[in-house]
């Protein structure tokens, strides 16, 4: 079923004025966000047409709302609620704003299946007057917007959290991926050069390249199993940030669509560009950066069908740190009134970046090396990076009668990825070349994925025992299977890459297959309780082609190098999650889950049943606010993993830790209290412990360990702040308004732990923005580091070797590597 | 100073598990109580004894060598040690993190690195014109004193990188780093170094009849023989203050020459043999 709420938002027409008439104006809608339907309405079957009188004000902020028909208070409400997130040009009489009042019909239809069509717009009410301002006359609003309920409901616990495009778009970005950055909790850094994905840490998950955090963008699964560089490897480098339309960040595990690396939680990335028509940005920066992006957004189609196209390249800010990458994002929404509704998801990737790796502290210290620089070093400055992606999806949305609705969806993805870098020097020898060695550690990856996927849920019409309790069931799959080849090697940087040393050349076939079953009761209005479970069956099928191998002992003639074997195991759990709304505005959570995170195939045994990494999650929170002129959310939350990672440099790869527990904290306030003023603050707490001694090895059998000892590479406080304005400096300057906006960014990472009782610096990162917009043409200078902040992107502790004519040293050191110093973009743009 | 308190007031708040250690690296030879026992009842007196040494690994692991490549703590410098004299002085500071450490290796001040073709001589064996040992004392037997010197150059040849003197299964070594640690004393002895020298190989009592070379040794008398075998003359060493060595004759005092027996047993006591003592002072040790 298809159920649609058109609305039209009508003129207002004033009496004629005795006096000679000043030039007036009507006000006119600058932003407008959907209604969205009650999924307890739709249950209830209500429909009717809520109609607001609304007061906008002079400065084209939502002032009071009446409702002077009403659909009965859950469409009245719903209605209200969007209103409030409308924004106004204000209207004017003789050129000065002023207060007006226009009258607003939202119709909430429910359609049958057989007329999933919405009908046409509510004919036009004309003839509300300006409470005192008598001058607005004439001119009409006459807009038409589609609301649509959601399919289902995604807020499962305190820590969910939607991120809408005005905080998205309120501090200035660099890259697409750091739209993630308005995530509570939540900090990204990109360290390995244009080519290589972010590091993620979320709510006391130091999540590497994404280990912990299911990422989705359109639909697409992005995160990668038993990629090389990194379990659950994420690149985000393709976003486009103007394409990203709103994020849903699920922190914990309490949905049963939660699948493999949702272990931090899961974020979901919508695309869709509201600006339609074409557009083209150029922008030039510091370090000879330059950035080019052209879009286009049909008028008449909603937001969700676009085509947006990036190029991006630098000489980056230090040393051998050039880049370049270019991306393509399109999506087409199909089949906008029916019962179906189809999307074409395709995005492109292609990035190729030098990386200055990593510098010793103590060599910084002593001024042996630059903070920005890279060693004089062949193996030093030979790194680099190359990635390339393309991801295809088509998604189909069915909204049958009484609120039944499925979705369905394959994809298919390759992902090419290399990567040559060096963590440690000179420390390695070969294993597969007797009295080899020293030619520098200069690790190559290459890990090539083949994915395709399928997902599919059907979502019952609600079973209504009693007039108070309403419940929907729902069940779901999805799948997914991988072929990977990967390969790792060391290389001579001085002799044309010869390579000395073969460390990992296998193939992985892998698949996961998953199925979840999903409850919602609604039991009067003020009680939600939602039971699940999920359960993933995981297969893997390596082909190790340098298994068994054992350097320089065995002849060779003993055997044949080579360990082919399999794998399968289940992973299995509860998701539930119980609001409780006594009072409008006032929401208390409560949410417990049990997820997973599959293993990287290659430690595998034969026979073994995969040993999942499981995670148990519990929220308790509290939500407040009626409106978006102000949400908090304050959420305490409890994490146990059964078998956590940390990142070993010297292996380049994630190391078993043991157990894990996080006990934290989160405190997010949204507020929009202006019609041009919108601002976010999170501040994450965390108290991430190990609770058993990490394993053992013939190199350390006793690693040092004491209960409840900190996790290493985990920050206890994150905080960040986005502040962004967009007023109107001066109306009706000649054809169009005057529009400025400015932007403030703030992040603080606290300092953490690392590995051998050594603690990172704190991070503290201002970043500023300023812009004019004057209709087609816009206009924007971006500074980011603002203060010029001296701080490491990533910082590591480990041995290293960097002097290749000094004494080796053994024992670790701190490592960083550095993030950007002040940096500035200025932007032009032109839309049509 | 800021930043550092900040980090203080954090760690106070984050327990890590390990913390960094520092503390001082001494070394210290061993005074020789009495004379030295060798092979065939000969005793060694030594005049002097030079080593150098470092740098000095301490391991997690109960075997060294590749098994540390991460090292808990480490001494990456060098100095020389008089092995004859048992007062400590400070040769540095071991820098480290806390934990146990179970076994140890360490280079005589020649390290092999992996970029390198040849092994390098750090600052304390330069001080020894290259060499790991230098030493020199005499022997004696039944009234017979033989004079020697010995240098000797003990690098890394077989596995490139890494330390040559390593904890064997059999050495009993166990300690746990902590905070308290203030210095780690090495102690050498240099009396078992030459225990296996065979000075009876150097000594002779022949006859131009019975050994065919130009030169034997009677004792202390050099014979100067005929290819025929027939004694030409006789020369008193000890005259001269000289000792008559097998193949040399009269001569000043014994070389060790490379590869030869001399040589071999005093570098495999100083790789295998008999190893330094590791001594321990924490905080509340009287100094």
Not at chain 1, 148 to 177: H, Y
Not at chain 1, 190 to 217: C, K, N, P, W
Not at chain 1, 336 to 352: C, D, E, K, N, Q
Not at chain 2, 276 to 283: C, I, L, N
Request: charged share 20%.
């Amino acid at each position: 079923m298809a159920v649609c709420c058109t609305l039209c938002v009508c003129a207002i027409s004033a009496p004629a004025q005795a006096q000679a008439p000043a030039r007036t104006a009507a006000p006119e809608v600058i932003e407008r966000v959907d209604a969205v339907y009650p999924p307890q309405a739709l249950e209830q079957r209500l429909e009717g047409t809520a109609t607001l009188k609304v007061t906008i004000e002079a400065d084209g902020r939502v002032g009071d709302i009446d409702v002077v028909e009403s659909a009965g208070s859950l469409l009245d409400d719903a209605a209200t609620k969007a209103m409030r997130q409308w924004r106004f040009q204000p209207a004017t009489r003789g050129g000065e704003p002023t207060a007006a009042i226009v009258r607003v019909p939202f119709r909430f239809d429910l359609p049958a299946v057989e007329r999933l069509d919405a009908g046409a717009p509510p004919p036009l009410d004309a003839g509300v007057a300006a409470p005192d301002a008598g001058g607005v006359s004439e001119s009409a609003i006459d807009v038409t917007v589609r609301g649509e309920r959601k399919l289902r409901n995604e807020d499962r616990g305190s820590s969910t959290f939607t991120v809408a495009k005005p905080v998205l778009e309120a501090a200035p970005r660099q890259e697409g991926a750091e739209v993630l950055r308005t995530v509570p909790g939540l900090y990204i850094a990109r360290s390995e050069g244009l080519a290589v994905g972010h590091r993620y840490m979320l709510r006391g998950f130091d999540a590497d390249h994404g280990q912990d955090i299911q990422f989705t963008v359109g639909g697409l699964p992005i995160n990668q199993p038993s990629h090389l560089h990194g379990q659950g490897y994420a690149d985000l480098g393709f976003l486009i940030s103007e394409s990203v339309e709103e994020l849903t960040a699920l922190e914990g595990v309490y949905d049963p669509r939660q699948g493999d690396f949702a272990v931090a939680g899961s974020i979901d990335v919508r695309l869709g560009m509201e600006q339609r028509g074409w557009a083209a940005k150029s922008s030039y920066g510091a370090f000879n950066s330059f950035r080019q992006l052209v879009s286009w957004a049909p008028e008449g189609q909603p937001n969700g069908t676009f085509g947006a196209a990036q190029y991006t390249r630098t000489d980056g800010f230090g040393q051998n740190r050039q880049g370049e990458a270019a991306s393509a994002i399109i999506q087409a929404v199909l089949g906008t009134t029916g019962a179906w509704r189809h999307r074409l998801l395709g995005i492109l990737y292609g990035a190729r970046g030098s990386h200055a790796g990593v510098v010793r502290q103590d060599d910084v210290a002593a001024g042996r090396i630059g903070f920005y620089d890279v060693y004089p070093l062949a193996t030093a400055q030979a790194q680099n990076a190359l990635s390339g992606r393309i991801m295809l999806g088509l998604f189909s949305e069915y909204r049958g009668a009484e609120g039944s609705n499925a979705e369905a969806g394959v994809w298919l993805g390759l992902d090419d990825f290399r990567v040559q870098q060096n963590f440690t020097g000179f420390t390695q020898r070969s294993q597969a070349l007797l009295n080899v060695a020293g030619r520098g550690d200069l690790i190559e990856q290459q890990n090539r994925t083949l994915s395709l996927g399928l997902m599919g849920r059907y979502r019952t019409r609600p079973y209504r025992p009693a007039s108070w309790a309403t419940a929907n069931v729902e069940l779901g799959l999805s799948g997914r299977v991988d072929s990977i080849d990967q390969a790792q090697n060391l290389l001579d940087a001085v002799v044309r890459r010869q390579t000395w040393d073969r460390r990992v050349d296998a193939s992985v076939f892998g698949a996961d297959v998953g199925f979840y079953g999903d409850v919602e009761w609604r039991l009067t209005k003020y009680l939600n309780v939602r039971v699940g479970a999920r359960a993933d069956v995981l297969y893997y099928d390596v082909n190790d082609r340098l298994g068994n191998f054992v350097p320089s002992v065995r002849p060779p003639d003993t055997f044949i190098v080579g360990y082919r074997r399999s794998a399968l195991g289940l992973a299995a759990g509860p998701r539930a999650s119980v609001e409780v709304k006594p009072i409008e505005g006032l929401s208390l959570r409560a949410a417990y889950g049990e997820g997973y995170r599959s293993p990287q195939a290659r430690i595998l045994d034969d026979g073994e049943a995969a040993p999942f990494s499981k995670v148990r999650s519990a929220d308790l929170g509290v939500r407040i606010g009626r409106d978006d002129r102000l949400q908090i959310t304050a959420s305490g939350y409890f994490t146990h993993l059964s078998d956590d990672v940390a990142f070993d440099a010297e292996d380049g790869r994630l190391e078993r830790i043991g157990q894990t527990r996080r006990v934290g904290a989160v405190v997010h306030a949204q507020t929009r209290p202006l019609a041009w003023l919108v601002g976010a603050l999170s501040v994450t707490y965390v108290h991430a412990q190990l609770l058993e001694r990490p394993p053992g090895s013939a190199q350390d059998p006793q690693p040092p360990y004491q209960p409840g000892q900190s996790l290493p590479y985990v920050p206890p406080v994150v905080v960040r702040a986005d502040l962004g304005a967009k007023p109107t400096l001066v109306p009706h300057l000649w054809r169009w308004d005057l529009v400025g906006r400015a932007g403030v960014g703030f992040s603080y990472l606290s300092p953490r732990p690392l590995p051998y009782g050594a603690f990172a610096d704190h991070v503290a990162l201002a970043d500023a923005s300023v812009g004019l917009t004057w209709g087609p043409l816009d206009l924007g200078f971006e500074v980011y580091n603002l203060f010029n902040t001296r701080y490491a992107a990533t910082e590591l502790n480990f041995p290293s070797s960097w002097n290749p004519e000094g004494v080796r040293t053994r024992t670790p050191e701190r490592h960083l590597i550095a993030g950007s110093p002040l940096s500035w973009w200025l932007t032009l743009g032109v839309s049509l | 100073m800021r930043r550092s308190l900040f980090a203080v007031l954090l760690a106070a708040c984050v327990d890590t598990g390990q913390e960094p250690v520092s503390f001082a690296m001494r070394v210290a030879g061993t005074a020789p109580a009495a004379p030295a026992p060798a092979l065939n009842g000969w005793e060694i007196t030594l005049d002097s004894a030079r080593l150098a040494f470092g740098p000095l690994y301490l391991c997690p692991g109960f075997q060294a060598g590749s098994l540390c490549d991460t090292a808990r703590a480490e001494w990456v410098d060098s100095a020389v040690v008089d092995v004859l004299d048992p007062a400590t002085y400070d040769a540095g500071t071991v820098e480290g993190s806390t934990g146990p450490v179970r076994s140890w290796m360490f280079d005589y001040g020649v390290v092999s690195l992996l970029t390198q073709q040849q092994p390098v001589a750090l600052a304390a064996a330069q001080r020894l014109d290259g060499n790991s040992l230098r030493l020199s004392g005499s022997a004696r037997k039944g009234g017979r004193e033989l004079p020697f010197a010995l240098d000797v150059r003990i690098q890394q040849v077989v596995e490139g990188g890494a330390s040559i003197v390593r904890k064997s299964d059999t050495d009993t070594f166990s300690h746990d780093l902590a905070v308290g640690d203030t210095a780690l004393t090495v102690r050498f002895d240099a009396r078992p170094w030459l225990r296996d020298v065979d000075f009876d190989a150097l000594v002779e009592m022949g006859t131009c009849a019975s050994v065919a070379r130009p030169k034997v040794c009677a004792g202390d008398l050099e014979l100067s023989c005929s290819d025929t075998g027939v004694e030409l003359s006789q020369r008193s060493c000890t005259a001269e203050r000289l000792v008559c060595l097998r193949g040399l004759g009269c001569t000043d005092r014994v070389r060790f020459q490379a590869g030869s027996q001399g040589d071999q047993a005093v570098r495999n006591a100083l790789t295998g043999g008999t190893r330094p003592a590791f001594e321990w002072t924490t905080q509340g040790d009287v100094p």
